[in-house]
């Protein structure tokens, strides 16, 4: 049996189809695994099944057996693709399973700048509702506005459905392809970043973490924005700039924020965004529900154990030859 090291919390459905198949280790503790813990824990093993932990020379080093590393993510910019391929690793996701809860988390950050909904629940419970309200407290609307969706991948296209037929919403997108299936369907219309970025009421930014995104949205970008733009981020927090987000969101220069990602996870205490009334911050957690957070871990499983015993796994991120 090949054996394999379980670097998460997985549900018990999971770790029983790994126990059918392999040996395995697991991390128990409630906080995430120490680097030093990994890398001792992969001397032995031919499988690792993981978050985000960084797949890259060191690790494969200390892994000598190693013949897959199955992500419990869409997002794979924790591998260092060079260095796994050159070892001959297979590395996987888990697509689809969580597109349509991220894609809820993204209306409710949309719904919770635009609306003020956080900064409002903390108005009522610190007991500052002591009469009727002003424009003091107004907000800005989703239906009929227009939606900017950078990265049209399969998370971006589940935005775009809710935005059409759910607020009836206008759809721009900015993609490295035209996607005619989202243009047709839900009415989308491709434009360049710069135009996007003028005419969009919310921006939501959902292109994975490469090389190309690093940074992708800077002070140039936000200059571009309207005062009452609303910018989303549920993709990786080094696609943007953060400190020209901080410094257009304590500026007002535009509307507000919705962040699940940030550049340093967890965000050190300090960060000046968590100080800032115009940003609704949450803690990475797109695709944390219960059966989404079980069915990626099944996939990355099902990949995994594929990845072992010679079959081709149904979501590989690069091909090795
Ligand atoms: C995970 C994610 O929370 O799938 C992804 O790419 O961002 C999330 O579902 C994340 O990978 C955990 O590190």
């Known amino acids: 049996k090949k054996r394999v090291y379980i670097a998460e919390c997985v549900p018990s459905s999971v770790e029983a189809y790994i126990a059918a198949h392999c040996e395995y280790e697991k991390w128990e503790e409630d906080r995430k695994i120490p680097r030093d813990v990994l890398l001792e824990k992969v001397r032995d093993k031919h499988g690792l099944l993981n978050f985000g932990a960084k797949i890259d020379a060191e690790l494969l080093g200390a892994a000598p057996l190693l013949e897959a590393v199955a992500n419990i993510s869409v997002g794979y910019d924790n591998f260092d693709i060079a260095a796994m391929k050159q070892r001959g690793i297979i590395g996987t996701n888990t697509p689809y399973v969580l597109d349509d809860t991220v894609a809820d ?184 529900t219960f059966k989404t957070r079980e069915d990626m871990a099944m996939t990355a499983a099902k990949n995994m154990v594929a990845a072992l015993y010679g079959e081709k796994p149904q979501y590989v991120v690069h091909e090795l030859k």
């Open 105 to 288: 988390l993204i209306f409710g950050l949309m719904l919770s700048a635009s609306r003020r909904i956080c900064e409002l629940d903390r108005f009522v419970k610190e007991g500052r509702w002591t009469h009727e309200i002003t424009r003091e407290q107004y907000g800005i609307d989703v239906h009929h506005a227009t939606v900017g969706i950078i990265g049209m991948g399969r998370i971006g296209e589940a935005v775009a459905k809710r935005a059409k037929f759910g607020f009836d919403m206008n759809v721009l997108y900015y993609n490295r392809s035209r996607k005619p299936d989202a243009e047709a369907a839900y009415g989308a219309v491709y434009c360049g970043l710069e135009e996007l970025l003028q005419q969009s009421d919310f921006i939501v930014l959902m292109t994975p973490l490469t090389p190309d995104t690093h940074q992708l949205i800077g002070a140039k970008e936000f200059s571009l924005m309207k005062r009452t733009a609303v910018f989303i981020n549920a993709s990786r927090g080094q696609t943007v700039d953060e400190q020209a987000l901080i410094q257009v969101l304590q500026e007002r220069r535009i509307w507000a924020a919705g962040i699940d990602t940030f550049e340093i996870e967890p965000v050190a205490p300090d960060n000046p965004l968590l100080r800032l009334d115009n940003v609704v911050t949450l803690p990475h957690i797109g695709s944390a």
